[in-house]
């Protein structure tokens, strides 16, 4: 369950990632840095992850034309990123340009190329609020299904989801369509700003490839002793 549980480093707090990434480091075998963590701790933390045992997701969410996404995905990949996301709602084009990119660019730096995400509708958003934003014909889980498998189309490996959504996915696009779900919260954690969620169990029965766990972790009083009860709880799933 440790190469299926990543814990998201939202923080620019240098200090907490170190110590972090120190205490976990037998513990967790991902992280997902982000806009803050990359700017606390610039490019120089792929060698260091990777050396320490870690592997990264770079959550970008990368959503521009397919020129620029392409290029954005080749230099973390490049850097060593080993999962890679962007909107799926930035277009076939732009998951086929991104997907092309990283081909190249893991050849070009004998790297595995990493594993590629499109993000359907965060997990934020409630069914409520995808009618607010998004003035849609479809429902919401349909939306998803419909982006994954647009995303599949183009080449790339897996989406982004809530664990509610991973029965229908899985229907959609296959076992071995990786969905990656954020949108988890053990009973004793906070809710926050999260409305699509699971518990870590529930999203390891619903068949969850990943999970993705921020503040439950992070905010916790002893984030360590949080990460270990999260896999006691997905290893009971
Ligand atoms: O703190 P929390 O566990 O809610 O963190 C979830 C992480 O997953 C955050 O870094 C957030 O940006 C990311 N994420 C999400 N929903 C998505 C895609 C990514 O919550 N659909």
Known sequence: MKDRLIVALDT??????????????????????????LNALGNECFPWFSQNGYRVFVD???????????????????????????HAAGGFEMMQAARASADDAAYDANLRRPVLLGVTILTSIDEAGFQQNFG??????EQVVYLAQLAQAAGL?????????IEPIRKACGNKFLIVTPGIRPEWAE?????RMTTPAEAIERGADYIVVGRPILDAEDPEEAVYRILQEMRGA
């Open 136 to 141: 849609s014909e479809r429902g919401l889980t």
């Open 12 to 37: 620019d707090d240098g200090e907490d990632i170190d110590w972090l990434s120190g205490t976990l480091m037998d513990t967790v075998g991902w992280f997902k840095i982000g806009f803050q963590a």
């Open 191 to 195: 809710t926050g700003d999260q409305r």
């Open 60 to 86: 970008l969410k990368f959503h521009d034309i397919p020129n620029t996404v392409a290029r954005d995905v080749g230099t973390m990949a490049k850097h060593g990123a080993r999962m890679i996301n962007m």
């Open 157 to 165: 490996d897996g989406v982004v989801a809530s664990p509610l959504e």
